[in-house]
Structures are given as C-alpha cells and as structure tokens.
Nanobody, 119 residues
Framework: QVQLVESGGGLVQAGGSLRLSCAASTRVPMGWFRQAPGKEREFVAR???????????SYADAVKGRFTISGDNAKNTMYLEMSSLKPEDTAVYYC?????????????WGQGTQVTVSS
C-alpha cells in the first residue's frame, strides 16, 4: 500500500504562484490531478523517473507553460510549481501514484489539497 501526503494548497490571486508537494511512502511513478466543483477529475501532470536523476514529464494542455512538475527521487517527493494562476485553476488537487511505469491506472491517491484562485 502506497501512502501519499500532499501539502501546499491555499488561496492566491490571479497571476500568482503556488507550490504543491506530495510525499510518497515508497518510490512510485506519480502525477497530479485536479477536480473543480461540478466537474470530473482531470489529469494535470506526471513525472516518470528513468534513472536516479533523469525523468520525463507530461502536462495537460491547460497548464502547459504555466505549471512545472518536478521531484526529488531520493526523498520520494514530487512537486508542482504553479504560476500565472487563473481562476479556472481553482480545484482540489490530488497527488496520485501508479504501481509501475507500465501501469496506466493510478491506484493510489492523496487526500487532496484545495487551490483557490481569486480574480
């Protein structure tokens, strides 16, 4: 069982920045998702380690160029740097993990952290 603990959400004005963190109990491929009120949960970004310091990343089009996903492989920790935030980025952000880099489904989820962007 993988445990994920998120932190870093909050209230920010449009155009501002926030940094989310997610600590995993073990080394697993991780990603970020978000769910806005009345909407389905959607993919935000993911990071996949191919070595100790080498990783590939991917982003949803809605956040590309504004959000940056990174991680500390040695600490099993992932980050999401969010800049140029927009009101439509308001959502509960979830850290999620897969069992392996070959798995498609995310089986483990954090408790979620609220991000609110005011206009």
């Amino acid at each position: 069982q993988v445990q994920l603990v998120e932190s870093g959400g909050g209230l920010v004005q449009a155009g501002g920045s926030l940094r989310l963190s997610c600590a995993a109990s073990t080394r697993v491929p991780m990603g970020w998702f978000r769910q806005a009120p009345g909407k389905e949960r959607e993919f935000v970004a993911r990071i996949t380690w191919s070595g100790v310091t080498t990783a590939s990343t991917s982003y949803a089009d809605a956040v590309k160029g504004r959000f940056t996903i990174s991680g500390d492989n040695a600490k099993n920790t992932m980050y999401l740097e969010m800049s140029s935030l927009k009101p439509e980025d308001t959502a509960v952000y979830y850290c999620a993990a897969r069992n392996s880099i070959y798995a498609v489904r995310y089986d483990y989820w954090g408790q979620g952290t609220q991000v609110t962007v005011s206009s």
